[in-house]
């Protein structure tokens, strides 16, 4: 089954404490990205990837880091996690920059 | 200002009613225009992808694109209730790097 695969789905953390989550697809797609979703401000994007070891910044990267040394894994740090990134996390991706992104399902960080 | 403006809702309707989801925006130089359902503790999903302006069907979903009035909408006939969900509008020039898109929309269908 075609998928985009986040982990873990839900953490609650503390300010400072480097964490990492992971995204996975297997389809082979050449497009990544990271977006963020909050009540009022939608869906953000945090960082994309046109391919493997070629990563930009999207609209709000400042705190998150991201690396893509693999097609298939795109995963996003945060090495000093801070309250104000408490949100919902979407990994995406699609077969090239110009297709429609498929989702994962999310993952909910609660940073205290 | 938003570059992509979308209808807040909530919305709430009797099953079997059209719907109709809008979104405005700003940048002329859009030119692919998407639609995406989310329903609770999930991610978005395709619904409906449409490039430049004119109106796309499938099934019950309608997409439509007028790109000198800068609006998108799209309209669900015969509402489920599980057509209950978030709608999200994305939007993307080409040759760019992302999308950008609209708040989302709840809309509620009651059996």
């Known amino acids: 089954e075609a998928q985009v695969t986040q982990n873990p789905r839900y953490l609650i953390t503390v300010t400072g404490k480097k964490l990492t989550v992971t995204c996975s697809q297997n389809?082979?797609?050449?497009?990544m990205s990271w977006y963020r979703q909050d009540p009022g401000l939608g869906l953000r994007q945090i960082y994309y990837?046109?391919?493997?070891?070629?990563?930009d910044k999207g609209d709000v990267p400042e705190g998150y880091k991201v690396s893509r040394k693999e097609k298939r894994n795109f995963p996003l740090i945060l090495e000093s996690p801070s309250p104000n990134q408490t949100s919902l996390y979407f990994c995406?991706?699609?077969?090239?920059?110009?297709?429609?992104?498929?989702f994962g399902d999310g993952t909910r960080l609660s940073i205290l | 200002q938003k570059e992509v403006e979308q209808d807040p809702g909530p919305l709430s309707v009797p099953e079997g009613a059209i719907v109709s989801l809008n979104c405005t925006y700003s940048?002329?130089?859009?030119?692919?225009f998407m639609w995406y359902r989310q329903y609770s503790r999930k991610g978005p999903e395709l619904l409906m992808y449409?490039?430049?302006?004119g109106n796309k069907e499938d099934g019950r979903f309608t997409a439509q694109v007028d790109k000198s009035s800068k609006y998108i909408s799209l309209f669900i006939r015969d509402s489920q209730p599980s057509d209950s969900a978030t709608y999200l509008c994305?939007?993307?020039?080409?040759?760019?790097?992302?999308?950008?898109f609209g708040d989302g929309t709840t809309l509620t269908v009651k059996p």
């Open positions: 995406a991706s699609s077969l090239t920059k110009d297709q429609p992104q498929h």
């Open positions: 389809m082979n797609h050449e497009y």
């Open positions: 990837s046109m391919n493997v070891e070629v990563t």
């Open positions: 940048n002329s130089a859009f030119q692919y």
């Open positions: 449409t490039y430049s302006s």
């Open positions: 994305a939007m993307r020039s080409t040759n760019a790097g992302k999308s950008t």
